[in-house]
């Protein structure tokens, strides 16, 4: 999906790998002297776990609205030329990017600092879900930036959160979330819509 913004964002369908190469080619450009990527891939192990492999599931309409407005977001904060955003849905083996981002500026600080931001916020906000399958079982996993975006929010009074952080005991109102998503909590349960 293209817009006027010169954005590139793309769900990858189930057992596609993404082609780096597309998108840093897309974001080139004569004027621009700076391209910054990231490349998330599926690592061999975690805590201490053999992993085999990443599935992702998604919400796709609304992974997309949000990835819009993130890259808007970092649009009204950076000088920057073009964005290309790229999440794979379904098994990632070891060794394979699940998540690509590539960003071309006039300078590099620019590039750099919104590829930080662009990819911190995809795994903050993003409804896209991650389980690892190990060599002895799975499990369903949060990343740490949604971990930290829900304290964040309890700080700001948006949420209230109790106990293991499973939990969310909302105060009834309607607030602004991460990437323009309204989120209203209502008697533990969470909804929200872009």
């Not at 407005?69 to 098994?91: D, F, K, M, T, Y």
């Not at 060794?95 to 590099?108: D, L, N, P």
Request: proline share 3%.
């Amino acid at each position: 999906m293209e817009n006027k913004e010169k954005n590139l964002i793309e769900i990858v369908e189930e057992d596609h790998p993404i082609d780096m190469s597309k998108y840093i080619k897309y974001v080139q450009s004569p004027s621009c002297g700076a391209i910054a990527t990231f490349s998330g891939t599926t690592r061999d192990t975690f805590q201490g776990k053999e992993v085999l492999e990443l599935r992702y599931e998604a919400y796709v309409p609304m992974a997309i609205r949000c990835l819009e407005s993130i890259c808007s977001s970092a649009r009204s904060s950076w000088s920057l030329n073009s964005i290309a955003v790229a999440h794979r849905l379904g098994s990632v083996p070891v060794g394979e990017t699940s998540v690509f981002v590539a960003i071309s500026s006039v300078h590099r600080s620019d590039a750099l600092d919104a590829c930080k931001f662009i990819i911190d916020e995809i795994k903050a906000s993003v409804p896209i879900w991650k389980k690892e399958v190990y060599t002895n079982g799975e499990v369903w996993k949060e990343n740490s930036e949604f971990l930290d975006r829900r304290v964040e929010l309890a700080e700001k009074g948006t949420l209230q959160i109790s106990g293991d952080l499973s939990k969310l005991e909302g105060n009834a109102h309607n607030r602004k979330g991460c990437c323009g998503v309204k989120v209203r909590v209502d008697d533990g349960n969470i909804t929200s819509h872009c």
